[in-house]
T-cell receptor
Framework: GAVVSQHPSRVICKSGTSVKIECRSL??????MFWYRQFPKKSLMLMAT?????????EQGVEKDKFLINHASLTLSTLTVTSAHPEDSSFYIC???????????FGPGTRLTVT | EDKVVQSPLSLVVHEGDTVTLNCSYE??????LLWYKQEKKAPTFLFML????IEKKSGRLSSILDKKELFSILNITATQTGDSAVYLC??????????FGKGTSLLVTP
């Protein structure tokens, strides 16, 4: 149980284009989903927290107009990187939780490369 | 400034060795401390600690939290090559967001 999927696992896009990444909880309802970014040999950096049906809460320094997050249902959240630039190239991981536990279940991540 | 500091940053041991990974922190207003194992992609949950001094154990892995000295340790006994991974420590705050340390990269050699 507690499986989270992400799609795509890897994407290459040209500078200036937008990319959408999907995060799905496959066997549970995720009241809250989180989006992280991870640079090589660095830790997971929280970008935003999204609760189903409400606007995402972004961490300081994360541009909400650049990283659009939608959490339309209890099993799906999307992260759209708009007008991507090479510096947006990174590993993006989502996680999901339910209820009042702190335990989060992570997706397998999406490797974004912007050329 | 890092709220969660893990040490060592990397470690190489031989199969069968016992390792102790450290996680220290400077804040006290967290709700839980969590340990994750990250191999190639998604971190997988290991332990969640909320109370000081109570050891949690799962097979060869165990962990304990010391709220007085502001640290937690993760012990792995009789290490195996499959234990090779990055071990992440995170603090959970209100709102359920996790603040991760940089991780300890463990390599277990045959």
């Amino acid at each position: 149980g507690a499986v989270v999927s992400q799609h795509p696992s890897r994407v290459i896009c040209k500078s200036g284009t937008s990319v959408k990444i999907e995060c799905r909880s496959l066997d549970f309802q995720a009241t809250t989903m989180f989006w992280y970014r991870q640079f090589p040999k660095k830790s997971l950096m929280l970008m935003a927290t999204s609760n189903e049906g409400s606007k995402a809460t972004y961490e300081q320094g994360v541009e909400k107009d650049k990283f659009l997050i939608n959490h339309a249902s209890l099993t799906l959240s999307t992260l759209t990187v708009t007008s991507a630039h090479p510096e947006d190239s990174s590993f993006y991981i989502c996680s999901a939780k339910t209820g009042t536990t702190y335990e989060q279940y992570f997706g397998p991540g999406t490797r974004l490369t912007v050329t | 400034e890092d709220k969660v500091v893990q040490s060592p940053l990397s470690l190489v041991v031989h199969e069968g060795d016992t390792v102790t990974l450290n996680c220290s922190y400077e804040v006290t207003n967290f709700r839980s401390l969590l340990w994750y194992k990250q191999e190639k992609k998604a971190p997988t949950f290991l332990f969640m600690l909320t109370s000081s001094g109570i050891e949690k154990k799962s097979g060869r892995l165990s962990s304990i939290l010391d709220k007085k000295e502001l640290f937690s340790i993760l012990n792995i006994t009789a290490t195996q090559t499959g234990d090779s991974a990055v071990y992440l420590c995170a603090l959970g705050f209100s709102g359920y967001a996790l603040n991760f340390g940089k991780g300890t990269s463990l390599l277990v050699t045959p």
